[in-house]
């Protein structure tokens, strides 16, 4: 059982930066595709981010492209978002996903934690 806990989420003006993290409690962390979803105040979920469970392999959704790095610390559990360039079209309730098929489809997750808001100023 993976218990997953955001962190790092605030107010930022457009233009600025943040970093997320995710810390797992379980036992199986380093064997789980890590993401990172978003959902905006009446909009579907979203997919942002993913990372393999060794970090070599790493995908982000268009939209975050060049500006949003995920990566992993195994050693800690945890995972990471590190948003740079930040829009005021990115303001979301972030959550950390962990799935043993984890692609870009939040119905392939088996772990969500408990999300962690995003609001981005103009």
């Known amino acids: 059982q993976e218990q997953l806990e955001e962190s790092g989420g605030g107010l930022v003006q457009a233009g600025g930066s943040l970093r997320l993290s995710c810390a797992d409690s379980?036992?199986?962390?380093?064997?789980?595709?890590m993401g990172w979803f978003r959902q905006a105040p009446g909009k579907e979920r979203e997919y942002v981010a993913t990372?393999?469970?060794?970090?070599?392999?790493?995908y982000v959704a268009d939209s975050v492209k060049g500006r949003f790095t995920i990566f992993r610390d195994n050693a800690k559990n945890t995972v990471y978002l590190q948003m740079n360039s930040l829009k005021p079209e990115d303001t979301a309730v972030y959550y950390c996903?962990?799935?043993?098929?984890?692609?870009?489809?939040?119905?392939?997750?088996?772990?969500w934690g408990q999300g962690t808001r995003v609001t981005v100023s103009s």
């Open positions: 996903a962990a799935g043993i098929a984890l692609t870009t489809r939040p119905e392939q997750t088996d772990y």
């Open positions: 379980g036992r199986t962390f380093s064997a789980y595709t």
């Open positions: 990372i393999s469970w060794t970090g070599a392999t790493t």
